[in-house]
T-cell receptor, first 110, second 119 residues
Framework: SQQGEEDPQALSIQEGENATMNCSYK?????LQWYRQNSGRGLVHLIL?????REKHSGRLRVTLDTSKKSSSLLITASRAADTASYFC??????????FGQGTRLTINP | GAVVSQHPSWVICKSGTSVKIECRSL??????MFWYRQFPKQSLMLMAT?????????EQGVEKDKFLINHASLTLSTLTVTSAHPEDSSFYIC???????????????FGPGTRLTVL
């Protein structure tokens, strides 16, 4: 069953602004991952955060994890037009049987 | 590193024919590969787990006789959609499990996907 739920489903912002996407899940996890998918393409792995971590950074990306609320957020700072894509969270145990959220479609307007 | 390719990138076929999609890990060996299906503007749904040298494990609701999976080597898994029908039209994505050499993290690397259109 689909575990992750993301909000918003769609987000449109101006270039240079920050974009925040949220993900909630239902069962206990070992880690949570975020992926990006450009239209009609495969997925690109962005970042993995383990269940014992609360925050992680990678370049302009900042991910937080709150296991008590079973939620995670992805923040993209100083957005660029190239950040336009769909973003998915995925939960699983290691690389086994990832369960993906519904995704957030992010549009960066120039 | 950790590049996964899929072939073909798109295919159009007539109803009733079979279509084979290949998934290759180009620079690493993958004992485990995964096949997903994605409908427009929807998320990825895991179809099956492909293990090298053994039978694939299918998710509930996925017909194993319809979606044949063969993982004959450590770098190749194939998905054959048999007797395809228009409702099988979808975006099929594979992934391969590998250890990230930088972080040591066990993760999945995804192929670019194959768009199947059944007329």
């Amino acid at each position: 069953s689909q575990q992750g739920e993301e909000d918003p489903q769609a987000l449109s912002i101006q270039e240079g602004e920050n974009a925040t996407m949220n993900c909630s899940y239902k069962t206990s996890i070992n880690n949570l991952q975020w992926y990006r998918q450009n239209s009609g393409r495969g997925l690109v792995h962005l970042i993995l955060i383990r269940s014992n971590e609360r925050e992680k950074h990678s370049g302009r990306l900042r991910v937080t994890l709150d296991t008590s609320k079973k939620s995670s957020s992805l923040l993209i700072t100083a957005s660029r037009a190239a950040d336009t894509a769909s973003y998915f969270c995925a939960t699983g145990r290691g690389a086994q049987k990832l369960v993906f959220g519904q995704g957030t479609r992010l549009t960066i307007n120039p | 590193g950790a590049v996964v390719s899929q072939h073909p990138s798109w295919v159009i076929c007539k109803s009733g024919t079979s279509v084979k999609i290949e998934c290759r890990s180009l620079d690493f060996q993958a004992t485990t590969m995964f096949w997903y299906r994605q409908f427009p503007k929807q998320s990825l749904m895991l179809m099956a787990t492909s293990n090298e040298g053994s039978k694939a494990t299918y998710e509930q609701g996925v017909e194993k006789d319809k979606f044949l999976i063969n993982h004959a080597s450590l770098t190749l898994s194939t998905l054959t959609v048999t007797s395809a029908h228009p409702e099988d039209s979808s975006f099929y994505i594979c992934s391969a499990r590998a250890i990230n050499p930088t972080s040591g993290t066990d993760t999945q690397y995804f192929g670019p996907g194959t768009r199947l259109t059944v007329l």
